[in-house]
């Protein structure tokens, strides 16, 4: 059983910065692919990036890649997102996720197992 809770969300204006935490609970965390996903108003919930357990592997939406930057600190328990340059476009609920392999399925829900609550973000224009 893995519990993960997010915090940093927030309101910021266009062009600001963010950064997102996830603290996981749970021995066998640094086993695990962590993933940022995010669900705007009336949207579906997407694929925002994710990382691997050694953090060899990342992989990021097209979207955000060159402004967001996913870390994880295993011995912590931790996996991060910094989020620059926001634009009001990255307004969403923001959630943390785990899975237990790095797949081609990683871009999508499927393969993610545990969810955290969410945070909003806000980006106003």
């Known amino acids: 059983q893995v519990q993960l809770v997010e915090s940093g969300g927030g309101l910021v204006q266009a062009g600001g910065s963010l950064r997102l935490s996830c603290a996981a609970s749970?021995?066998?965390?640094?086993?695990?692919?962590m993933g940022w996903f995010r669900q705007g108003p009336g949207k579906e919930r997407e694929f925002v990036g994710a990382?691997?357990?050694?953090?060899?592997?990342?992989a990021y939406q097209d979207s955000v890649k060159g402004r967001f930057t996913i870390s994880r600190e295993n011995a912590k328990n931790m996996v991060y997102l910094q989020m620059n340059s926001l634009k009001p476009e990255d307004t969403a609920v923001y959630y943390c996720?785990?899975?237990?392999?790095?797949?081609?399925?990683?871009?999508?829900?499927?393969?993610?197992?545990?969810w955290g609550q969410g945070t909003q973000v806000t980006v106003s224009s």
């Open positions: 996720a785990t899975a237990a392999l790095w797949t081609n399925a990683i871009y999508t829900t499927t393969p993610y197992n545990y």
């Open positions: 749970g021995r066998t965390f640094g086993r695990y692919v």
């Open positions: 990382i691997n357990w050694s953090g060899s592997r990342i």
